[in-house]
Structures are given as structure tokens and as C-alpha cells.
């Protein structure tokens, strides 16, 4: 049927419905749900939210574990014009009081284990309905809907109109709602399906968490639009994922997902064969991790650049030079400048903050019209944050977050230049780099690492940078610890880094 709104879901629907015998979900357990049972899901979903007065524009919170059901919570959203705000299942309950009574739902639907503590939150910030939604069908919120009968309508709004609210990850500072419309979604998938080159008969492996853009909006739109089946895990296992790839032709994940693939003994191109595309994102994929992959599966995974507020921004492509450590060319119809603090665009080569313009771009932050005055420049170009360089040929390398960059005697220093080198010393298996007070220079380098088995040795550390950067890049102390802190989809957070060793490296730094 053809479409007569901007609806994302429309666009899906259109392009799954001729295919409605054809299998959508393969649960872990083996159970399966195919596209028609998915449609006919979600518009029992829908009917459920209107029957509790969700409106077009009204915003459903949802901290609920990934299942068949909370897709289709998903999509009964879009069908009923709200918009979708899915929150990380570790949030805590302070945290979703922030969130809520920043938000205002009309509906908050949480795990059936978190109700009883969730409940009387949701009622102090003015929350109408509280939902319980767990894994089963047969219970809780998901037997509630399959009692409604479906409501097939597909809610008429704008291409502007808002989809989704997807906070930010918070490490510093108050989270911000980034409002995604219809249209920022569906360019995005649209763009995505055609330049990966979906083919009928994919079949996605899906392990990511939902409740982030990665695994709800860039694999599961993907395999939407394709009609493709989707191996729907829980989270992530790579005993469990090997096995599944055997099934698949495509996985998504993050960096840390390929590392403990790499991680099994005897992991290797068998594992693969039927896999055509190994995509990686959320964080970034080191070049070592790259070409450790390539040499144990004939396979170069690639790696794409995006963001909560834009979706996917830039690529690799599908038929062409991968290129490790780059995040490839922008996406069609997406523009991508390096920029200094003035927002003129710097040269080729040179370091700067990308920025980015583009029918992905959200329509800004939640309720925070100060945030967006400094966030976007009168042309529309959206400031990311990210430090950057673009060759000739357009292509981008992420070097670090513009907060992450270190000023040490006036010098500027890029951790990730130096994360680099320290990653390809034997012996180490990841680093991560920060800056700290130090009572001279303003910030000290330190360097956080991760042994493969005992602590290298400081001498061969020292002797790896002499070989490759300036002196006054190196850093004044290296840490060993046995993992680095990370958020939900792999990020590191340095943060917690500097505020575990400021202490420290001052007390050392002033007896220099």
C-alpha cells in the first residue's frame, strides 16, 4: 500500500507487507514471528497506547529488556505518532526520575521486577500510566495488548514531526534529549540500506541493546526495510554468536564484540563463511584489532562514524579500500566539514571538530534551547564534539572527542595518537589516555593500560613513543588496570579515569 504520510513506519510497512509469510524474528529460544505477526503486534500495541490516551506527540518512556515484544512496542509507537524513548536497562532510579520528569510521559513502561520501585517515581513526576513489560508474551504488559484488537491506523504527521527522544549517555554533565524526527530516521535507513547494499535473503545477526541508536535504529531499520530475518539475541555472547553466525550474513556490533570473538582460541575464517558483512561503530575500532581480524578471517570489517543526535554520518565503503582506523567518506546526501572554533573550515590534513549538515541531523535538544543556540551554526551544521581530519578524497579519521583533548604547556595532544602506538607494543592489550591537573603544565598525560598477561615494562613503553612522537606527547605516568570502565555499547569513560587517578598523579607530579 502505498504511502500517504511521512510515517516511518509506512515506509516500512510498504516494504515488508508483500513479504508477510517471510520470518522477522528468530528468538534465542528458537521461537520465531514473522513480518505479519510483527504487524499485526505492533498495531495491538498501538491500539493499547491510544486506549491509554497517547496522542501524536506524546512521549512513552521505556526501560524494558530487548525482546520481540519491545520491538514491537517500538513500532507501535511509530504507528500511533508518539514519541519512543527508550532508556539503558542500568539506569539507575535517580536517573529515571531525571528522566521522566524531564520527558513527561504519557506512558512509562519498565521491567516487571523495577514496577514496584519505578511506580511511585513515575507518580511523583506526573506519569498517567506505569506498564510492565517483560520477555514473555504470555504475561504482563504483552499479554495486555495481544487482548486489543488491532488498530491497523498509521498516525498521519509530518516529516518533521517528532519519532523518537534518545538521551545522551551522560558521562558529563545533565543528559540531553536528542529529538529524531520521521525524516532524520528515514534518510538515515534509507541511505544505509542502499550503500551497504542489503540483499534479499540477509539475514542479520542481532546482539546489540535496543534501547541505543546502534541496535534500534541502524540494525533494526536496516532489516526492516530489507525484510530480512533477524537472529534476535538477548546481549551479546561470543560462544553463543559464533555459533549463530553459521545462520547469518551480516553482524553488527562494537569494537568490544569482535575483540572477544578474536578472543576464542581457534575463532576463524570457518566461523565466517557465510557472513558476507562485519559492520563496527558506537566506539572506536583500533587498526590492531582491524588487521587482527582480517588476518585470522579473510574478512576487513567495516567501520562507520555516527552519533545519537545524527545517525550515521560517515562510512566506509562496501566495495573499495576499508581503510583501518578511518571512518570512512559521508553518507549520501550528508555533508561533513573539519572546522576550527570559528567554524571555518580548516585545510585538508589539519585537525579540527567535525561538523555535520544533512537530512539525518535531529531537529535538536529537548527543551534546551540554550544547548542548541551553541550547538549549531546559522547555516544549520550541527558542532559534534568529535576532533577530526578528511584527506584529499574526503575521507574522515575521528582522532578524539574535542573534551578529550589535552593542553599541556600550551601544547596541544591527541590522545588518540597516542592510544595508538601503545596499543601496538607487545604485550598491551588496550590503552586509554587522559589529561589530569598538574600543577605545572595545566594537564599531564596519563596513560591507562590493559596487560594481555604481566605489565610491560615502562623502558619498552618509553621506547615504543621515543620511536614515534614528539617528547612533549608522552605521557609522564603509566596506570595498569585490569579493565577499563566502559559505558553500555563499549565506550570508554575517561572520565572516570581522571577522577581515579587526579588524585594520585598530583601527589607524583609535585615532587617534580
Request: net charge negative.
Amino acid at each position: 500500500m502505498p504511502r500517504v504520510t511521512a510515517n516511518l513506519y509506512a515506509l516500512f510497512a510498504e516494504r515488508f507487507r508483500p513479504r508477510a509469510e517471510r520470518t522477522c524474528f528468530v528468538a534465542a529460544d528458537g521461537a520465531t514471528w514473522t513480518y505479519g505477526d510483527v504487524d499485526e503486534l505492533s498495531a495491538r500495541f498501538a491500539a493499547m497506547l491510544r486506549a491509554a490516551g497517547v496522542a501524536p506527540g506524546d512521549r512513552v518512556v521505556v526501560q524494558v529488556d530487548k525482546s520481540v515484544g519491545a520491538a514491537a512496542l517500538y513500532l507501535g509507537c511509530l504507528r500511533a505518532g508518539a514519541a519512543y524513548t527508550p532508556l539503558n536497562t542500568a539506569y539507575t532510579p535517580d536517573e529515571v526520575a531525571y528522566f521522566l520528569g524531564d520527558a513527561e510521559p504519557k506512558v512509562f513502561v519498565c521491567r516487571p521486577q523495577d514496577r514496584g520501585g519505578l511506580a511511585p517515581i513515575a507518580e511523583t513526576a506526573g506519569v498517567a500510566d506505569v506498564w510492565a513489560l517483560g520477555i514473555q508474551p504470555g504475561a504482563d504488559a504483552w499479554a495486555d495488548a495481544l487482548g486489543h484488537a488491532p488498530d491497523h491506523a498509521v498516525a498521519a504527521v509530518a516529516s518533521d514531526d517528532l519519532a523518537a527522544i534518545c538521551y545522551t549517555s551522560g558521562t558529563t554533565g545533565r543528559s540531553k534529549g536528542a529529538m529524531l524526527s520521521h525524516a532524520n530516521l528515514s534518510s538515515n535507513a534509507l541511505a544505509l540500506h542502499n550503500i551497504w547494499g542489503f540483499e534479499d535473503g540477509d539475514v542479520l545477526l542481532h546482539a546489540l541493546p535496543i534501547f541505543h541508536v546502534h541496535g534500534l535504529f541502524v540494525a533494526l531499520h536496516t532489516a526492516l526495510l530489507n525484510a530480512s530475518t533477524m537472529i534476535f539475541l538477548p546481549s551479546f555472547d561470543a560462544r553463543d554468536v559464533r555459533k549463530r553466525l553459521r545462520e547469518a550474513t551480516i553482524l553488527m556490533g562494537v569494537p568490544t564484540y569482535y575483540a572477544r570473538l578474536l578472543a576464542e582460541p581457534d575463532f576463524g575464517a570457518d566461523d565466517c563463511a557465510g557472513v558476507r558483512l562485519f559492520i563496527s561503530g558506537s566506539a572506536p575500532l583500533t587498526a590492531q584489532a582491524s588487521d587482527a581480524f582480517f588476518a585470522r578471517t579473510g574478512q576487513r570489517i567495516l567501520e562507520r562514524y555516527g552519533m545519537t543526535e545524527a545517525g550515521m554520518i560517515t562510512s566506509n565503503p562496501l566495495d573499495g579500500d576499508r581503510v583501518a582506523g578511518t571512518v570512512g567518506f559521508a553518507l549520501p546526501e550528508v555533508e561533513v566539514r573539519v572546522c576550527g572554533d570559528d567554524g571555518a573550515e580548516r585545510p585538508r590534513g589539519d585537525v579540527g571538530v567535525l561538523e555535520v549538515k544533512g537530512p539525518n541531523v535531529f531537529q535538536g535538544y529537548w527543551r534546551m534551547p540554550e544547548k542548541n543556540a551553541e550547538d549549531f551554526r546559522a547555516d544549520g551544521g550541527f558542532i559534534t564534539g568529535d576532533l577530526a581530519t578528511m584527506d584529499e578524497s574526503g575521507r574522515v579519521a575521528i582522532v578524539g572527542r574535542a573534551k578529550d583533548l589535552i593542553i599541556a604547556g600550551g601544547y596541544n595532544i591527541y590522545p588518540k595518537e597516542i592510544e595508538a602506538v601503545l596499543d601496538a607494543v607487545p604485550g598491551v592489550r588496550e590503552s586509554a589516555v587522559v589529561g589530569v591537573p598538574h600543577p605545572d603544565m595545566g594537564e599531564g598525560v596519563l596513560a591507562a593500560l590493559v596487560a594481555d598477561a604481566a605489565p610491560v615494562a615502562d623502558a619498552d613503553l618509553q621506547a615504543a613513543l621515543d620511536a614515534k612522537l614528539a617528547r612533549f606527547k608522552h605521557p609522564r605516568r603509566f596506570a595498569w588496570v585490569d579493565a577499563l570502565p566502559r559505558n553500555a555499547m563499549g565506550k570508554v569513560q575517561k572520565n572516570a579515569l581522571r577522577e581515579r587517578f587526579k588524585a594520585a598523579y598530583a601527589a607524583a607530579s609535585a615532587g617534580e
